[in-house]
């Protein structure tokens, strides 16, 4: 600077260096990612030396907060759950998932060892607003949907009902079996992800599976067949990496632990073990391995076969995996990140008509930038103790929301935010 003195000798023009706060950084790195989410740790680092000259910042540092927000993609996987509490879900951030694919409006960061994963807000978002739309990586609809189906009123994938024009029934078939779909699109969708392993005309097999299934009305059984069929084929398309991944990071229970949860599960579970070891049998006997008729020419790997078709408890953490994420009979790769509440701030809807499969995430109030998304996972009319008992039977928590804290009573905010019908 003109006119400056310069410096006497002995002293330094470095500036005192500062050790940020976790807040601090995370608020840094955030913005940093936000702006070029494909930035490494170490170029992330170089964004924040640049931006804050006087901080005194690791790579370490830098590398543990990214990976413990999901900001990164790591083979040192942050997962939640407790190692001597299987009941706890195990969940992890899809490092295979691009979040941005879906919506620039959101981002997946890891809670805490309990909660496992969120879904945040990257910007504010209005209320009313269409967050995100999505379709399931994996769908099996209620049995009356799926029994429609099988009888040609509904497509066997979207269970969207048929048009009818002068009594002829618009649809697309199987090319192989009596089973239709609404469009070609949705006959290749099945037919890639699971149908071409589950139809009975090839497979014949899997006729004896799917009357077990629906002998006891068992939907989660035939979500885990489809999600086995999935792998297969995958597999077989040479992207069965990317495929396990998405299936690995939904949360996780095994359903044994589920079921002790019931206090009848002393009288049933030796019942309901011997179903489980029917269902394997008979899941085995039709996929380990598919016919010849279904034209699969690259086998599961050795240990992955070995470790779905032998092992009970990776048949069991599909059923629970399905059971606790299930969002009316679909496992969506980004809805499944969003936490529950009592009095939520988004909701989800279905935007197609009398179907299921499609769902969209709408802001129930304004949400500023940063802050997590909430659904509810139960009928938001319901008391108390209702609530927390479901809670805690069927997703394996114990609610300590506001709502619940303070035994407050369904508002006209929340009702009128979520359109709830008059009761």
């Not at 076969?305 to 969506?332: P, R, V």
């Not at 709408?362 to 930038?369: E, L």
């Not at 805690?392 to 300590?400: D, K, P, V």
């Amino acid at each position: 600077m003109i006119g400056s003195k310069p410096p006497e000798k002995g002293y330094s023009t470095v500036m005192s260096e500062i050790v940020p706060s976790e807040a601090e950084l995370l608020a840094v790195i955030t913005n940093i990612k936000q702006a070029e989410p494909e930035l490494g740790i170490k170029k992330v680092l170089a964004a924040v030396n640049a931006q804050q000259p006087t901080w005194t910042v690791s790579e370490k540092r830098v590398k543990k907060l990214m990976q413990s927000l999901g900001l990164v993609q790591s083979t040192h996987l942050v997962k939640s759950g407790i190692e001597d509490d299987p009941s706890v879900p195990v969940s992890f951030i899809d490092p295979k998932l691009d979040l941005k694919a879906t919506s620039a409006a959101i981002e997946a960061r890891m809670v805490d060892r309990i909660t496992g994963k969120g879904l945040f807000a990257a910007r504010d978002l209005k209320k009313d607003e269409v967050i995100f739309e999505e379709t399931p990586f994996v769908f099996f609809p209620v049995w009356d949907l799926y029994n429609e189906s099988r009888i040609g009123n509904v497509c066997s994938l979207c269970t969207k009902p048929f048009k009818k024009v002068s009594h002829s029934v618009l649809s697309v078939r199987c090319q192989h079996c009596d089973v239709s779909y609404c469009s070609a699109g949705c006959r290749k969708i099945a037919w890639d992800s699971f149908h071409k392993l589950e139809c009975t005309h090839l497979n014949t097999a899997m006729k004896d599976y799917i009357n077990l299934c629906s002998s006891e009305s068992w939907a989660a059984a035939m979500a885990v067949m489809r999600i086995y069929c999935h792998l297969i084929l995958a597999n077989e398309r040479g992207d069965l990496d990317a495929v396990l991944a998405h299936y690995d990071a939904f949360a996780t229970v095994n359903q044994s632990e589920r079921q002790a949860k019931e206090t009848a599960w002393i009288f049933m579970e030796h019942t309901t073990r011997e179903l489980w070891v029917k269902a394997r049998k008979l899941l085995s006997k039709a996929l380990n391995p598919p016919p010849k008729k279904c034209k699969i020419t690259q086998p599961l790997p050795e240990a992955l076969a070995k470790k779905l078709f032998d092992d009970e408890d990776t048949f069991l953490e599909y059923l629970g995996k399905y059971n606790i994420n299930n969002q009316n009979g679909g496992l969506y790769l980004v809805q499944s990140h969003i936490n529950h509440e009592c009095h939520p701030n988004v909701c989800i809807e279905h935007p197609v008509r009398l179907s299921d499969y499609k769902i969209s995430v709408r802001a129930i109030r304004d949400i500023k930038k940063g802050e997590q998304l909430f659904e509810t996972y139960v009928n938001p009319r319901w008391n108390k103790e209702t609530r927390v008992n479901y809670l805690s039977t069927n997703y394996m928590f114990q609610c300590n929301c506001k709502r619940c804290k303070n035994d407050e009573p369904l508002s006209d905010e929340l009702r009128q935010g979520l359109r709830l019908r008059p009761e």
